[in-house]
Nanobody
Framework: QVQLVESGGGLVQPGGSLRLSCAAS????????MGWYRQAPGKERELVAA???????NYADFVKGRFIISRDYVKNTVYLQMNSLKPEDTAVYYC???????????????WGQGTQVTVSS
């Protein structure tokens, strides 16, 4: 009912920057929260950053001061500006949205397919 398409991933050197984008489409009535999660090989998926309809943000401790999450309410798009990237940031980054739709009752979580971010020299 909601499709999330991520873009912007790739290979970057330590200390470099990337900007991830996630565009939501479908039978959307309202998106409550959008966020980014990541999953590194052999590790569990973890929250990176999230932003609510009230523009309240939540960052994981390991990205505070380096990453910035923002949201375009007209385009239904969430961005993640990643600066000062470290090898430990290497992971598949997944877009998440909690949304009400026209064809489902209640609000549900939706996930994108993920985009690979590799930080390596």
């Amino acid at each position: 009912q909601v499709q999330l398409v991520e873009s912007g991933g790739g290979l970057v050197q330590p200390g470099g920057s990337l900007r991830l984008s996630c565009a939501a489409s479908g039978s959307i009535l309202r998106i409550n929260t959008m966020g980014w999660y990541r999953q590194a090989p052999g590790k569990e998926r973890e929250l990176v950053a999230a932003i609510t309809s009230g523009e309240s943000t939540n960052y994981a401790d390991f990205v505070k001061g380096r990453f910035i999450i923002s949201r375009d309410y007209v385009k239904n798009t969430v961005y993640l500006q990643m600066n000062s990237l470290k090898p430990e940031d290497t992971a598949v980054y997944y877009c998440n949205a909690n949304a009400w739709t026209r064809d489902r009752g209640g609000a549900y979580d939706y996930w994108g397919q993920g985009t690979q971010v590799t930080v390596s020299s």
